[in-house]
């Protein structure tokens, strides 16, 4: 499996930025997907997740209501739309893909994209 997160950039406080992850062969209809996100010092966190068959999704508490997870699963490709973005947004924006139980749990995903940077500017 193969993934390359891409779509970062630097936006001001509202704003909005929709990160890509393409994916190698049939990854969406194998495994759940995840997006995750580091800043600098803290620990890798929970974002968002989808489920193989794309119906059911889940958010972290900070980014409910603001971002959206989906897949194109024609274009073998994940998306998350970022919108009202915040200065706390600001960290680099991991996709995995998970083979274990706990959608929120980062070692329960095994296959990882290489990160995109977003900062979000005040």
């Known amino acids: 499996v193969q993934l390359q997160a891409s779509g970062g950039g630097l936006v001001q406080a509202g704003g909005s930025l929709r990160l890509s992850c393409a994916a190698s062969?049939?990854?969406?209809?194998?495994?759940?997907m995840g997006w995750f996100r580091q800043a600098p010092g803290k620990e890798r966190d929970f974002v968002a997740t989808?489920?193989?068959?794309?119906?059911?999704?889940r958010y972290a508490d900070s980014v409910k209501g603001r971002f959206t997870i989906s897949t194109d699963n024609a274009r073998n490709t994940m998306f998350l739309q970022m919108n009202s973005l915040k200065p706390e947004d600001t960290a680099v924006y991991y996709c995995?893909?998970?083979?274990?139980?706990?959608?929120?749990?980062?070692?329960?995903?095994?296959?990882w994209g290489q990160g995109t940077q977003v900062t979000v500017s005040s």
């Open positions: 989808i489920t193989r068959s794309g119906g059911r999704t």
């Open positions: 062969g049939r990854t969406f209809s194998t495994y759940d």
């Open positions: 995995a893909a998970r083979t274990g139980v706990s959608y929120f749990k980062k070692d329960d995903y095994e296959y």
